[in-house]
Nanobody
Framework: EVQFVESGGGLVQTGGSLRLSCAAS????????IRWFRQAPGKEREEVSC????????YYADFVKGRFTISRDNTKNTIYLQMNNLKPEDTAVYYC??????????????WGQGTQVTVSS
């Protein structure tokens, strides 16, 4: 069974930092790109970042470029999202997902429980 366990969220002030983790299991981790999404209350889920299978390519949404950094450790089946200079509009539940590539189909329709990030102004 494919599973994602997100952690590392919390409450921070504007300008603060958090490091999210996503531990994955149930599939061949280094055969897949891994992506971070977020969903704020009343809004659609949106993609934040993606990292290729070996970590050689990354993608960032314009609204996080220069502030967030995605990385992965294939020995631990874990990806990370370092978030710096956080803004109130970054407040959301953050989720990870896997796909064949950063533009490919998801390997599962299921999502983990996510991790809540709240940025106070």
């Amino acid at each position: 069974e494919v599973q994602f366990v997100e952690s590392g969220g919390g409450l921070v002030q504007t300008g603060g930092s958090l490091r999210l983790s996503c531990a994955a299991s149930g599939f061949t981790f280094d055969d897949n790109a891994i992506r971070w999404f977020r969903q704020a209350p009343g809004k659609e889920r949106e993609e934040v970042s993606c990292i290729s299978r070996r970590g050689g390519s990354t993608y960032y949404a314009d609204f996080v470029k220069g502030r967030f950094t995605i990385s992965r450790d294939n020995t631990k089946n874990t990806i990370y999202l370092q978030m710096n200079n956080l803004k109130p509009e970054d407040t959301a539940v953050y989720y990870c997902a896997a796909s064949s590539s950063c533009t490919g189909s998801f390997i599962t329709a299921s999502w983990g429980q996510g991790t809540q990030v709240t940025v106070s102004s």
